[in-house]
């Protein structure tokens, strides 16, 4: 009966390797791997050289300018949002679609010019404030009518 004995070795063997899979798997979901934490740090960061924005987990050491995945620049820096646009009567009001804008700050950083939107010319500001709940409900609806 040889071969039923090296039969049930192999199945041994093989329970053995799936138990090992099993809890590298665990151990690797545990610590790091894919968590919530590491997915809520990626973070809005912006192109300088071809404006595209894109998502990057920050990691330690990393220091910007950062290389961009699209034109491979060491140019992307994080980026604020302005949810603000300009209406036909000149007036701001809040979008939905935020504009992605680099402090001039971040890009030199003895700098003390003012940031302002390409996109709309309203200042733009670290961490800047989105517009109030009403005006981006206001936005919501406009862009529901369309
Ligand atoms: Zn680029
Ligand atoms: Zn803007």
């Not at 665990?26 to 809005?44: M, P």
């Not at 036909?88 to 950083?109: F, N, S």
């Amino acid at each position: 009966m040889q071969d039923a004995k090296s039969g049930k070795d192999r199945i041994k063997i093989i329970v053995a390797v799936a138990i090992f899979i099993a809890a590298a798997g665990f151990a690797w979901y545990q610590f790091g791997g894919e968590s919530d934490y590491d997915r809520s740090v990626i973070r809005g960061y912006l192109c300088n050289e071809c404006q595209t924005p894109f998502d990057h987990t920050p990691k330690e050491g990393d220091i910007e300018p950062l290389k961009c995945p699209n034109c491979k620049a060491m140019a992307g820096y994080q980026a604020e949002l302005c949810y603000w646009t300009k209406g036909p009567d000149g007036q701001w009001k809040a979008k939905l679609k935020p504009t992605y804008v680099i402090l001039k700050q971040r890009i030199d950083h003895t700098s003390r010019e003012q940031t302002y939107c390409p996109d709309c010319g309203h200042e733009v500001v670290g961490h800047n404030p989105k517009p109030s709940d009403d005006e981006m409900a206001a936005a919501e609806a406009e862009a529901g009518k369309r």
